[in-house]
Antibody, heavy 118, light 111 residues
């Protein structure tokens, strides 16, 4: 049974750095893209970026200058950092697994609400 | 603005059939990437409902079905039930973006 468990700070001030980590339990860590997605309150889903176990990354161009995704294969974890946050970064942040063959998001973390407010 | 286009809302009476369209382009659905569908209840993470255009994960009722043609996909719910009231998102992969793309979401209301 695959489980994704995520954690990180839920309240930030403008200009601070958002930092979240997602741990993967069960299943293989290879053969997938490990993905970050966010959902602003009352709005739709937005793909932020993804990383493979090798460290290969792809980022959404709209956030590319502020976002870093990293991986720790020794712990089966991957992390998200977003620099210089503003109120527009307030959202529920999800981690998810993306199989390289099927390209669907088959397992999701529980989600963390990150609020940016002064 | 989302890369994939969905209607904001659809509604139907219990027992009726509703469909949700998902329109993409030649860089995602039209490039041969499958359409996938997710169901999301308020306060919960999205759940994979349909994968690979028309496949249901274990446990998903067979009243949910999907299809794909050209640059579009579609989700159908037959025999609509009150418990189907939720938000539904389509998703594909985009070769230009090298990443996941979503529709804006469709709210299904059971009248």
């Amino acid at each position: 049974q695959v489980q994704l468990q995520q954690w990180g700070a839920g309240l930030l001030k403008p200009s601070e750095t958002l930092s979240l980590t997602c741990a993967v339990y069960g299943g293989s860590f290879t053969g997938y893209y490990w993905t970050w997605i966010r959902q602003p309150p009352g709005r739709g889903l937005e793909w932020l970026g993804q990383i493979m176990h090798s460290g290969t990354t792809n980022y959404n161009p709209s956030l590319k200058s502020r976002i870093t995704i990293s991986v720790d294969t020794s712990k089966n974890q991957f992390s998200l950092r977003v620099n210089s946050v503003t109120a527009a970064d307030t959202a529920v942040y999800y981690c998810a697994r993306l199989p390289l063959v099927d390209w669907n998001l088959d397992y999701w973390g529980q989600g963390i609400l990150v609020t940016v407010a002064s | 603005q989302s890369v994939l286009t969905q209607p904001p809302s659809v509604s139907g009476a219990p027992g009726q059939r509703v469909t949700i369209s998902c329109t993409g382009s030649s860089s995602n659905i039209g490039a041969g990437y499958d359409v996938h569908w997710y169901q999301q209840f308020l306060g919960a993470a999205p759940k994979l409902l349909i994968y690979g255009n028309n496949n249901r994960p274990s446990g998903v009722p067979d009243r949910f079905s999907g299809s794909q043609s050209g640059t579009s996909g579609s989700l159908a719910i037959t025999g609509l039930q009150a418990e189907d009231e939720a938000d539904y998102y389509c998703q594909s992969y985009d070769i230009s973006l090298s990443g996941v793309v979503f529709g804006g979401g469709t709210k299904v209301t059971v009248l």
